[in-house]
């Protein structure tokens, strides 16, 4: 005869859910996330910002190298170019970084009042320092590994033009690309939070990032690699040939951020954070308030 106890009903398996969240869920998880960004002390958020700005410079490192092969016409050479440069914000929102540029969407706290205006603003400046220190120190390393010089210099030489081509245009025009750039970008970074899973997250970025980058379109943390890389080729005797190289220099690189980051604001402030919080996590008309026609 058995002597064990009797057995207990087998528990139901949990349900696996694999849809990604709704547009009310990201924006919750949106607004949570920006409430933890707060919370940071200001060395973590310094720490966490300079791996970001690190991460997207190891994209637009990639980018260069992908697209200095001569021998891929235009339209192509953008397209790879914009899916290598992805590489960057993978790493942002799967390992864990502070990304200036996606901490826009912090907008939707603020708006909650879930956040003042001293945290939000107080989180953007140490995070936009600190992005701009993770991408000169990978610049640093960079021109000490030698690697301008792959593909007999094509990469230095397309570092100066890259450069060059982001301190030429107007104020006005890199400002607008900056809003354009970042609207994409905050896109891409609230399908990150919808997402699932890692496979998710990556697919779900791809296009919208390698779609600013093919359109050239102006990111202030991406430019605060390709600016500085550039000008350190340029020093290192790459590039001579490149248009525009002789305005390159360390205020023409103020002037590209300057444009780029206010861009960058606007477009991810206004135009993602500001509208998704209003669709979705607004509170909804009393059945009493009058309907506007």
Known sequence: MGTGRPGRAASPAPRLNINALTPVETEKAVEDAGVAKTRLTGRRAFVSAMFAGAFIGFGALFFLIVTADPAMTWG??????????????????????ELFTGNSLMVSDLAAHKVTLRQMLRNWIIVWF???AGALL??????LA????LADGAVGDLAVATAAAKVTPGWGTLFVRGILCNVLVCLAVRIGFAARSVADKVLGILLPIAGFVAMGFEHCVANMFFLPMGLAAKLMGFGAGAAGAGALDVGAIAYNL????????????????????????????????????
């Open 138 to 143: 990978l610049v640093s390393l960079v021109a």
């Open 130 to 132: 600190g992005n701009l």
């Open 76 to 97: 192509p050479k953008r397209f790879v170019g914009g899916l290598a440069f992805c590489m960057g914000l993978v790493l942002v929102l799967c390992c864990g970084a």
């Open 258 to 293: 300057s444009a780029a980051t206010l861009g960058n604001v606007l477009g991810g402030s206004l135009f993602v954070a500001l509208d998704y919080w209003y669709l979705n996590a607004k509170p909804a008309r009393k059945p009493s308030d009058p309907v506007l026609d």
């Open 146 to 149: 030698g690697t301008m010089g």
